[in-house]
């Protein structure tokens, strides 16, 4: 049904694309040519090609509202899939985590201060 839907969609759009383009800016509308009176003169070509893009814009915009509630009820989850979580293990009672023994930028410092990094022949840091 979506599908379908999608199509007509299609089709409406193409079908408003070149109702509109065959409309003057000044609101002529297919104003060359054809009798003075009756159905294509400039005026009734001009009503109605404003009346084809008024229905094909309304349908346009119900399809498109029709078509976003379709898609958010086809594709809203049912439900959550919840075999995948993994709970962290407890910390055991009394159990603290050990404090880093050596400071392990104790040998960057050292570095700074020489006025280069070890191994690097870098520019001095200035003091």
Do not use: C
């Not at 839907?5 to 003057?24: C, D, E, K, P």
């Not at 159905?39 to 498109?64: E, P, Q």
């Not at 407890?90 to 040998?107: H, K, R, S």
Request: hydrophobic share 55%; proline share 6%; net charge neutral.
């Amino acid at each position: 049904m979506f599908t379908f839907l999608l199509v007509v969609q299609a089709i409406v759009a193409t079908a408003l694309v070149a109702v509109i383009l065959m409309q003057r800016s000044e609101g002529g509308g297919l104003g060359t040519g054809g009798s003075p009176s009756g159905f294509m003169s400039a005026r009734g070509a001009a009503d109605f090609l404003t009346r084809s893009t008024a229905i094909l814009a309304t349908v346009f915009v119900t399809l498109s509202v029709v078509m976003a509630v379709m898609a958010s009820v086809q594709h809203a989850p049912s439900n959550i899939d919840t075999s995948l979580v993994k709970t962290a293990p407890a910390p055991a009672a009394g159990a603290v985590p050990a404090a880093p023994t050596a400071d392990p930028l104790a040998g960057a410092a050292q570095a700074v201060g020489n006025g280069a990094a070890a191994g690097n022949s870098s520019v001095p840091l200035a003091n």
